[in-house]
């Protein structure tokens, strides 16, 4: 039995003599245990935990000494057992030896029992703190590495509370402040990038955090949000904000970054860290769909609004299978026409006890825990049960119009669903139109442009819902082919008194109309906003001034009263100059649309003589190379910015883009705009857009192309170049491009002076362009073509520094043959 309380030593000695001596040594400080021989002693070693040393004679038969240090130090566990051999005291060359083989101290026959006891004690308390230090450095890594968040080397979130609730306690006279910040679309980052990227742009964003100078705790809570906690005298949001923007932009300029703010104003100091964690995240949620605001602080209305949230969620399923959602149908109408242009399916929750829910209260939950879908489709149906069921009755019906949520736009399956919708209750495509929604454009524009493109294929009129509410605007129209765009008056302001409001309104309609896009208005709600809005050339119209959203029964007395054009859509084009006015404003709205308009844009007005640049986009003058300011000096009289030449070619196509009432497009090239700078070359598109009694105004999309016509230039320079080389060489040089496939055929490219004159002839023009038929076959003497064919093919198979040779005659203008020798290259 080994005793628990001392600590066990092993002595290894083939002598008997030997092992009693040293028990009797150290058996009073430890517990003894003996082996004869090396094996024995290994194996031992192994069955003992915790041996403190092993004392081992060095010759022994069997395994010596060496033998079992060496097994020993290979040997992941035996490895740190002290080891104290015993030798002869003149033995010092094997005493050497065994130190050299990992020994750790050495007991010298004969044995003195004191100096033993203390060699063995000082070994076994070195071992014991070397062991010691070693774990302790383990373990401290092991903290340092679990405090930290692996991917962007901040505090995870453990460390971060600890520290946030520590600097809480620490400061209790300070306002402090607990901070979240959050990247939009950081999935769709993801999904693009890929998630190494991923994870480089959250260590980036650790850094950011590191490079802030501001007194805080801070760390990464999860996914892409960091977590701060500081005083409210240190919390700058603006530089927070462009911080993390700048930064993230700077390294991955290909991904338009929004960064949000949400912040809980640490009022309960002994609240879980955690809880305030959800405060701020609950204010960040609540400008998640905000293009307007990046921060916002956390009020408790928001709890409450987090309480009912959770009740919805419970009970929608419930809801939908007992058809609490019900379809109301709000009808457009074709103002001009006084018609009826369709009708838009909006959906209601008739709650038993709540009464009617608007569905501004549960689309957003539902868009955020993807339930959208089912309404959603729900939905779909049941707008086909009610179309179906007037054509059975047969009354005349108009196309209605169906919400299709961001959700949707990313299930691959939608055009299945909608296009199995019509087949079950046998409608037309033309019987549903599709709405879907601007932001989604935003968020992931290739996957908007295949699904619209994939139900456009399919035959049904897709409108884009809410145009001009995010930013994207115009650049949108030219990827995203839709059939119709809809304006919410209540974004753009629309409202006839306010005129900052109608011109932004004008400017998106007549661009739309550009486009060829109709518009629809909807929220109008007075007889002066429908009036207004005819006067812009926008007809089709929804809105409370015309009907509410009613149910469906009420929808279809109004079919049967009405009768109506169907819905066609129509485009409308205009010709007076009134909307160019309003588009002309300097509304912030409008400037946007117009700078996020193409690429260089401007708006000029010319009299047949005179051009004048009314309005220039940023981009314009970026490619121009100039400023606003030195532009503004010359856009009064255009025309001086060019020579004569230019100048004429500038007014023809003013007269073309009038006469034709297309796009014209020219190249122009304009003086530069400081003496001993280079000449601007620009490739412009005018199109028309208004007249009046003496003047017309255009738009005008330019590009710089000086850099491409420079290469052009260079080019030809190089071919005069060249060619002056070929004529002052004395022997005849044609270059000809010869079909791989048939050497018989080619094209004679270019040929010197002297190739003409060697054939007899008098002027180059003289010398006969057999274009398309054979590399000049006709002069080669009849018997001697294939010899010539031959060379060639032999100089086509060929490295290109051979050079391939033959002699053979041609046929001259007057019919006299002349010997020569073909160098081939
Ligand atoms: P939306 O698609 O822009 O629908 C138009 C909203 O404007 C409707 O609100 C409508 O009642 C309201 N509206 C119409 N004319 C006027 C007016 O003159 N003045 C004012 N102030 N409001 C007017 P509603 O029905 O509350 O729907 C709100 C939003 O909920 C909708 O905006 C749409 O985004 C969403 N939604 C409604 N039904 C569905 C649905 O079935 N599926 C999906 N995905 N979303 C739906
Ligand atoms: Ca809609
Ligand atoms: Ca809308």
């Not at 949000?225 to 290909?254: I, M, N």
């Not at 209605?400 to 990313?410: G, K, L, M, T």
Request: aromatic share 10%; net charge negative.
């Amino acid at each position: 039995m080994i005793s628990q309380e001392k600590s066990v030593i092993l002595i290894v000695d083939d002598s008997y003599v030997s092992r009693a001596l040293l028990a009797k040594i150290f058996s009073a400080e430890y517990q003894v245990v003996e082996a004869e021989d090396g094996a024995e002693a290994l194996a031992k070693m192994r069955r003992i935990p915790d041996l403190a040393a092993v004392i081992l004679d060095i010759q022994m038969p069997v395994m010596n000494g060496y033998e079992v240090l060496q097994i020993m130090q290979k040997d992941e566990e035996l490895c740190n057992i002290p080891v104290i051999v015993d030798t002869a005291s003149d033995d010092d060359e094997s005493q050497l030896q065994a130190l050299d083989y990992g020994a750790a101290d050495v007991l010298i026959k004969p044995f003195n029992s004191k100096i033993c006891r203390m060699r063995v004690r000082n070994t076994i308390l070195r071992q014991a703190a070397a062991r010691e230090k070693a774990h302790s450095e383990l373990l401290e890594l092991q903290l340092k590495t679990s405090e930290m968040d692996d991917k962007a080397d901040v505090y995870n979130r453990r460390t971060f509370c600890r520290m946030a609730e520590n600097y809480i306690h620490e400061h209790p006279e300070d306002e402090l402040l607990f901070v979240n910040i959050d990247i939009d679309r950081f999935k769709v980052f993801n999904d693009v990038f890929g998630l190494a990227t991923g994870d480089r742009l959250l260590r980036m964003l650790g850094d950011v955090c590191r490079s802030m100078q501001a007194e805080m705790i801070y760390g990464r809570w999860e996914a892409d949000h960091f977590v701060f906690c500081l005083k409210r005298s240190e919390f700058h949001a603006e530089e927070f904000l462009t911080g993390f923007s700048t930064a993230a932009s700077r390294q991955f300029p290909d991904f338009e970054f929004v960064f949000r703010i949400g912040v809980y104003e640490i009022q309960n100091r002994e609240l879980d860290i955690s809880l305030m964690c959800d405060r701020a995240l609950l204010a960040l949620r609540s400008i998640k769909e905000d293009y307007l605001h990046h921060i916002a602080f956390y009020d408790d209305s928001m709890r409450m609004e987090m309480r009912r949230e959770q009740e919805i969620i419970g009970e929608m399923e419930k809801a939908l299978e007992s058809g609490q959602f019900v379809v109301y149908l709000q009808p457009q109408v074709d103002y001009a026409g006084n018609c009826l242009h369709g009708a838009e399916a909006l959906v209601r929750w008739i709650h038993p006890e709540r009464g009617v829910i608007s569905p501004g209260e549960f689309i957003p939950i539902f868009e955020q825990n993807g339930f959208i879908s089912k309404l959603d489709e729900y939905v779909w149906k049941q707008t086909c049960i009610l179309i179906r069921s007037w054509l059975d009755e047969g009354i005349p019906t108009v196309p209605i119009s169906v919400n299709i949520s961001r959700h949707d736009i990313y299930n691959p399956r939608l055009a299945e669903i909608i296009s199995g919708l019509l087949k079950q209750y046998q409608l037309e495509p033309e019987m549903l139109r599709l709405e879907i929604t601007e932001s989604a454009y935003m968020e992931d524009p290739r996957q908007l442009t295949r699904t619209v493109d994939a139900l456009r294929q399919l035959g049904f009129s897709v409108e884009m819902d809410d145009f001009g509410s995010g930013y994207s605007s115009l650049n949108m129209l030219r990827d995203v082919p839709v059939d119709m765009l809809k304006l919410d008056m209540r974004f753009l302001g629309g409202d006839s008194e306010d005129t900052r409001g109608g011109s932004i309104l004008a400017s998106v309609v007549r661009m739309a109309h550009w486009i060829h896009l109709p518009v629809l208005a909807e929220g109008v709600e007075t007889r002066e906003q429908a009036e207004y809005l005819k006067s812009i050339g926008c007809l089709y119209m929804q809105g409370y001034y015309f009907y509410r959203p009613i149910p469906a029964k009420e929808f279809k007395q109004l079919l049967q009263q009405k009768s109506n054009d169907h819905g066609r859509i129509t485009t409308f084009e205009d010709d007076d100059a009134a909307g160019t006015a309003d588009f002309l404003s300097p509304s912030a709205q409008a400037t946007l649309l117009f700078n996020s308009y193409v690429g260089g844009a401007a708006i000029i007005e010319s009299d047949g003589t005179n051009i004048e640049a009314l309005r220039v986009n940023d981009r314009f003058i970026e490619l121009l190379g100039t400023t606003m300011e030195e532009y503004s000096k010359v856009q009064t009289h255009l025309l001086d910015r060019f020579d004569a030449e230019n100048q004429e070619k500038f007014i023809n196509t003013i007269r073309t883009a009038i006469e034709t009432e297309q796009e014209t497009r020219c190249e122009l090239c304009s003086l530069p705009f400081k003496p001993g700078e280079e000449k601007i070359y620009t490739s412009i598109n005018l199109r028309c857009l208004a007249r009046n009694a003496s003047r017309y105004v255009f738009y005008m999309a330019m590009d710089n192309i000086t850099q491409q016509v420079h290469l052009q230039q260079q080019n030809r320079r190089l071919n005069e170049h060249l060619s002056a080389v070929m004529n002052s060489v004395p022997c005849g040089i044609f270059q000809f491009s010869i079909n791989h496939e048939n050497f018989y055929h080619g094209t004679l490219l270019e040929y010197n002076d002297t190739a003409w004159k060697m054939m007899g002839y008098r002027r180059r023009e003289d010398y006969p362009q057999h274009d398309n038929g054979d590399p000049r076959m006709a002069d080669i003497y009849p018997t001697d073509i294939p010899l010539f064919v031959k060379t060639a093919e032999q100089a086509r198979d060929a490295d290109y520094s051979e050079r391939f040779t033959c002699e053979n005659r041609m046929v001259k203008q007057d019919g006299s043959v002349r010997w020569v020798s073909t160098l081939f290259q």
